[in-house]
């Protein structure tokens, strides 16, 4: 099984540290160098060119506390050409290598985000968040790489990756891709293996919901199980019925129902339950593994749970919004302020929050993403006088890392190495990118971050560093670690490399 990702080539041409880390358009312009450029003022078209060569390619980050999944330890770590080489107690460098003194603090691997759709089109609009956008937002809050998924063209597999690749070619960091199955037919089949044996996919996800776009039958969903199955690829999906959430939205309407909060009383939890449900007995069926994107209820968890006590193999992904909110705010009488909230499955009532909180600190959930999909004021206002007109979405890449630190570690319910876990090693180990990801290890990539626990966070939509106006988390306080990220990350344009394990 190989898994393409779109890497940088790695240099420390120079290190940018800070120790509250802002990374402002033109700051990130400046850090980059040889081939990765920014035309204009803000966030723009990338292109490629040449630039300085390289004043440093050495690294030592020294007396912190290096955590990984299992382990951690003080230590001090040895950094060349962008990959880690040493992981010691004690390191002796000489004088032409860049030191940090990360004393105090945590060194850790950088965040993984599995789930993000970035330049997405989707409800008629295009999502802000480009390639560079929202990769710039991710560096700002210490995830250093994230798999976004690909939307086929017309159904074409091939048409959709060429559209992708395209939209990419602006990235700052590294990215990986899952690909979305719409229809069947023997062409989709063979574009699958296509996929998995030339593009290095190694994922693919099936929608039940949103009847009339992107919605699949059981039949094809069956048949894409066995596909994935025969390819050994990963099944995912989102699990809602679509055709009772369809039926639940019209409803709404007859009654006159008509803002965000129709959103939420249209798709209740338990067809969220039903769909996850549903799938796990047809990957049950097929006997293939099954991951569940965005779990958001107690009722899809607790099917994942009950698959995972009988020994299936289901991977459950809470994600950002859903264990840090619930849906007043929906109900809010301003509409702007309650359609940024709108995403699917929507965000449920209080207490689905600590619940899944609970599962993913006892390992019924596995790690965290954040599907971010992000629609300005004047996009959600599409919906102003019909709630299923307002595009699904919120923001969550740059927050995830702080708020899950806050929410999970501040409180006690999960350890440092647990957090690395949730945040970063698992994604890499279901993906099949570890330990090249997800770890502070000889051989490992660079991809570092600094925590530090004794500072603090304040979100707000005027600081944050994606293009949309608004942020789910506004106002949001925590004890926690402002991100010294090592920029290791972003100094150069993509080129594709592949990993095989």
Same mark, same amino acid.
């Given at each position: 099984m190989s898994f393409i990702i779109f890497t940088n080539h790695y240099q420390l041409l120079h290190f940018l540290f800070f120790l509250i880390i802002t990374i402002t358009p033109s700051s990130l312009a400046q850090s980059q160098h040889n081939q990765f450029c920014v035309a204009g003022i803000g966030y723009g078209e990338s292109t490629c060119g040449t630039s300085s060569s390289s004043s440093s390619n050495k690294l030592l980050i020294k007396g912190g506390t290096v955590v990984n999944a299992h382990h951690q330890q003080i230590a001090d770590v040895y950094v060349e050409d962008g990959i880690i080489v040493a992981v010691n107690p004690t390191i002796a460098v000489g004088d032409d290598v860049y030191v940090i003194d990360a004393t105090g603090k945590f060194v850790m691997p950088g965040g993984i985000d599995p789930h993000t759709h970035l330049e997405m089109e989707f409800m008629n609009t295009v999502a802000v968040d480009d390639f560079f956008s929202g990769q710039a937002a991710a560096l700002a809050g210490g995830t250093t790489m994230h798999i976004d998924f690909v939307i086929p063209t017309n159904g074409s597999l091939t048409a959709g990756f060429e559209a992708y690749e395209k939209k990419a070619k602006k990235s700052c960091m590294d990215y990986g891709f899952h690909m979305a199955i719409t229809k069947w037919d023997e062409t989709v089949s063979r574009e699958m293996e296509l996929m998995v044996k030339e593009k290095g996919i190694n994922s693919f996800k099936f929608f039940m919901a949103y009847k009339g776009s992107l919605m699949i039958?059981?039949?094809l969903l069956l048949e894409g199980f066995k596909k994935c199955k025969s390819l050994g690829a990963l099944a995912m999906v989102h699990a809602e019925n679509g055709d009772a959430v369809y039926e639940g939205q019209k409803k709404m309407i007859e009654l006159g129902i008509t803002g965000p909060e129709g959103h939420a009383l249209s798709r209740p939890a338990v067809l969220e339950g039903e769909a996850t449900a549903r799938a796990i007995r047809l990957a049950d069926f097929v006997n293939t593994p099954l991951y569940v994107v965005h779990v958001m209820s107690i009722d899809a968890m607790e099917e994942v749970a009950k698959a995972?006590?009988?020994?299936?193999?289901? =991977?459950?992904?809470?994600?950002?919004?859903?264990?840090?909110?619930?849906?007043?705010?929906?109900?809010?009488?301003d509409f702007d302020t309650a359609a940024k909230y709108v995403m699917s499955p929507p965000i449920r009532k209080q207490g689905h929050d600590k619940a899944l909180q609970a599962a993913l600190s006892t390992g019924v959930l596995q790690l965290v993403g954040t599907d971010h999909c992000v629609f300005n004021s004047t996009q959600k206002a599409?919906?102003?006088?019909?709630f299923r007109k307002i595009p699904n979405g919120v923001n969550g890449i740059e927050e995830r890392m702080r708020v899950v630190w806050d929410i999970m570690v501040e409180s006690g319910q999960i350890s440092v190495t647990d957090y690395v876990r949730l945040t970063s090693t698992e994604c890499a180990r279901i993906f099949n990118i570890y330990p090249k990801k997800g770890a502070i290890l000889p051989g490992s990539d660079a991809d570092i971050i600094i925590l530090n626990p004794n500072s603090?966070?304040? =979100?707000?939509a005027k600081s944050h560093h994606s293009r949309v106006d608004t942020n789910v988390y506004e106002g949001r306080k925590g004890k926690v670690s402002t991100f010294i990220v090592s920029l290791v990350q972003m100094v150069y344009c993509t080129a594709r490399t592949s990993i095989k394990s």
């Amino acid at each position: 099984m190989s898994f393409i990702i779109f890497t940088n080539h790695y240099q420390l041409l120079h290190f940018l540290f800070f120790l509250i880390i802002t990374i402002t358009p033109s700051s990130l312009a400046q850090s980059q160098h040889n081939q990765f450029c920014v035309a204009g003022i803000g966030y723009g078209e990338s292109t490629c060119g040449t630039s300085s060569s390289s004043s440093s390619n050495k690294l030592l980050i020294k007396g912190g506390t290096v955590v990984n999944a299992h382990h951690q330890q003080i230590a001090d770590v040895y950094v060349e050409d962008g990959i880690i080489v040493a992981v010691n107690p004690t390191i002796a460098v000489g004088d032409d290598v860049y030191v940090i003194d990360a004393t105090g603090k945590f060194v850790m691997p950088g965040g993984i985000d599995p789930h993000t759709h970035l330049e997405m089109e989707f409800m008629n609009t295009v999502a802000v968040d480009d390639f560079f956008s929202g990769q710039a937002a991710a560096l700002a809050g210490g995830t250093t790489m994230h798999i976004d998924f690909v939307i086929p063209t017309n159904g074409s597999l091939t048409a959709g990756f060429e559209a992708y690749e395209k939209k990419a070619k602006k990235s700052c960091m590294d990215y990986g891709f899952h690909m979305a199955i719409t229809k069947w037919d023997e062409t989709v089949s063979r574009e699958m293996e296509l996929m998995v044996k030339e593009k290095g996919i190694n994922s693919f996800k099936f929608f039940m919901a949103y009847k009339g776009s992107l919605m699949i039958s059981d039949e094809l969903l069956l048949e894409g199980f066995k596909k994935c199955k025969s390819l050994g690829a990963l099944a995912m999906v989102h699990a809602e019925n679509g055709d009772a959430v369809y039926e639940g939205q019209k409803k709404m309407i007859e009654l006159g129902i008509t803002g965000p909060e129709g959103h939420a009383l249209s798709r209740p939890a338990v067809l969220e339950g039903e769909a996850t449900a549903r799938a796990i007995r047809l990957a049950d069926f097929v006997n293939t593994p099954l991951y569940v994107v965005h779990v958001m209820s107690i009722d899809a968890m607790e099917e994942v749970a009950k698959a995972r006590k009988s020994g299936q193999r289901v =991977i459950g992904e809470p994600v950002l919004s859903g264990l840090a909110l619930d849906d007043s705010w929906l109900w809010h009488p301003d509409f702007d302020t309650a359609a940024k909230y709108v995403m699917s499955p929507p965000i449920r009532k209080q207490g689905h929050d600590k619940a899944l909180q609970a599962a993913l600190s006892t390992g019924v959930l596995q790690l965290v993403g954040t599907d971010h999909c992000v629609f300005n004021s004047t996009q959600k206002a599409f919906g102003i006088d019909d709630f299923r007109k307002i595009p699904n979405g919120v923001n969550g890449i740059e927050e995830r890392m702080r708020v899950v630190w806050d929410i999970m570690v501040e409180s006690g319910q999960i350890s440092v190495t647990d957090y690395v876990r949730l945040t970063s090693t698992e994604c890499a180990r279901i993906f099949n990118i570890y330990p090249k990801k997800g770890a502070i290890l000889p051989g490992s990539d660079a991809d570092i971050i600094i925590l530090n626990p004794n500072s603090s966070f304040d =979100i707000t939509a005027k600081s944050h560093h994606s293009r949309v106006d608004t942020n789910v988390y506004e106002g949001r306080k925590g004890k926690v670690s402002t991100f010294i990220v090592s920029l290791v990350q972003m100094v150069y344009c993509t080129a594709r490399t592949s990993i095989k394990s």
